[in-house]
């Protein structure tokens, strides 16, 4: 393979990734957000009904159960547990949804002669065909029907 269809084939494949790599961060930073805010929900929704139901009937115990809440509310960790896991299912889902991309992109840096050449082709039938489905709507079914 020569070095002018190398360099095509490489700046292909790097344009392959980069795209797949800028949707799976995008998609990752919002599972993260969603995470964070559904993994404290639920942590301060166990701690709120505990703060708030008393076993028996005891101003000490109230105090105690209210100054408890208010230092579990302060907890960061649930948050940060929620934000690492969310993100990591976002990074997954968005690699996940673009394997196709993937494959052609890692063909188009990896592969020597007809594989590389094969993976260029593989990104620009793809790049067709998201802009004939997302761009134009061909083949996408109408919500309007």
Request: aromatic share 8%; with cysteine.
């Amino acid at each position: 393979m020569n070095g002018l269809a190398r360099i095509a084939c490489r700046t292909i494949g790097v344009a392959g990734i980069a795209a797949t790599c800028y949707d799976a961060v995008k998609i990752s930073k919002y599972f993260a957000e969603v995470g964070s805010e559904h993994a404290q929900e639920h942590y301060l929704e166990k701690a709120y009904f505990n703060a708030r139901t008393l076993d028996k009937v005891s101003y000490t115990s109230n105090v105690l159960q209210e100054k408890t809440f208010e230092l579990r509310s302060k907890n960061p960790l649930p948050a940060l547990w929620g934000k690492i896991e969310g993100g990591f299912k976002g990074l997954m889902y968005g690699l996940g949804n673009e394997l196709p991309l993937v494959v052609c992109s890692s063909l188009a840096l990896l592969g020597k002669n007809i594989l590389a050449k094969a993976g260029a082709i593989g990104i620009g039938a793809i790049a067709i065909c998201k802009v004939l489905r997302d761009g134009y709507g061909i083949g996408k079914n109408n919500p309007m029907n």
